[in-house]
Nanobody, 120 residues
Framework: QVQLVESGGGLVQAGGSLRLSCAAS????????MGWYRQAPGKQRDLVAT???????DYADSVKGRFTISRDNAKNMVYLQMNSLKPEDTAVYYC??????????????WGQGAQVTVSS
């Protein structure tokens, strides 16, 4: 079974920092594109950042320069360092793993989510 478990969420004041962690198990981590997504109340789930198996990264425009995604393949971990947090960053953050299966097919897995609340 594949399991993604987020940790590190919480309450922080605007301008502060948090580091989210995602522990992956039951997945071929080295082959997976890992990502963080977030969903605010009443909003759709949006991509925050991704990191490929060769460590290429991509970020949403709203977090560029403030957030950094990284991975540790030896530990099957992915991280999201969030600096200069703003109230609009408040959301449930989800860890995602996209794993190649057959040819161009893929399988997506999701964590349970971690609440991040940024107060003004």
């Amino acid at each position: 079974q594949v399991q993604l478990v987020e940790s590190g969420g919480g309450l922080v004041q605007a301008g502060g920092s948090l580091r989210l962690s995602c522990a992956a198990s039951g997945v071929d981590f080295s082959r997976a594109r890992m990502g963080w997504y977030r969903q605010a109340p009443g909003k759709q789930r949006d991509l925050v950042a991704t990191i490929t198996s060769d460590s290429s990264t991509d970020y949403a425009d709203s977090v560029k320069g403030r957030f950094t995604i990284s991975r540790d393949n030896a530990k099957n971990m992915v991280y999201l360092q969030m600096n200069s947090l703003k109230p609009e960053d408040t959301a449930v953050y989800y860890c995602n793993a996209e794993v190649p299966t057959y040819r161009f097919f893929k399988q997506d897995y999701w964590g349970q989510g971690a609440q991040v609340t940024v107060s003004s």
